[in-house]
């Protein structure tokens, strides 16, 4: 009967446990949810969206670090692409020494429902850069999940790697 008991509250306890996991992790989910809709509406302020761009294009190119690249993005962001086409390059060729000659694809658009951004390819799309604005908060998402949860639900006393 006492051990009846005693496998009886650990499982409890457990039960307990894995539910206040689901409720941090169901938290998380829509805080991401609202980031990315936050996300959504910066392509409105045109100034920032625009130097963003540059800063994406820019960022690209460098990851790929080719001779030939072809931009795709919405198609409602072409013109703002098209602006800054040359700071972004000139701004790439200060950085990397390297010349860059690049297409802006203006038949295969990406999706019209995503927050921004764009998406660079070389080598006959054998090399791909996502810079959309999802993917980048995909990627930090990943990287600083660890710190949000910290911020949000205080140290884990169980944690032994914080490398």
Do not use: W
Request: proline letters at 1%; aromatic letters at 4%; glycine letters at 4%.
């Amino acid at each position: 009967a006492e051990l009846q008991k005693k496998i009886q509250l650990s499982n409890l306890q457990n039960q307990a446990r894995l539910k206040l996991l689901k409720q941090r992790e169901d938290h998380l989910d829509e805080v991401v949810i609202k980031t990315t809709e936050k996300l959504r509406t910066m392509a409105n302020d045109v100034g920032k969206y625009q130097a963003m761009l540059q800063g994406l294009i820019t960022q690209g190119l460098c990851q790929l670090l080719e001779a030939n690249v072809i931009i795709r993005c919405r198609q409602n962001d072409i013109q703002l692409v098209k602006e800054v086409l040359d700071k972004a390059t000139k701004q790439y060729t200060e950085l990397s020494k390297l010349n860059v000659n690049i297409k802006v694809d203006e038949k295969n658009f990406l999706a019209s429902d995503i927050a921004g951004g764009v998406q660079l390819s070389a080598r006959d799309g054998k090399l791909l850069v996502s810079n959309t604005l999802e993917a980048r908060l995909d990627q930090i998402v990943k990287q600083k999940i660890p710190e949000i949860r910290t911020m949000l639900y205080g140290n884990n006393p169980n944690r032994r790697f914080f490398d």
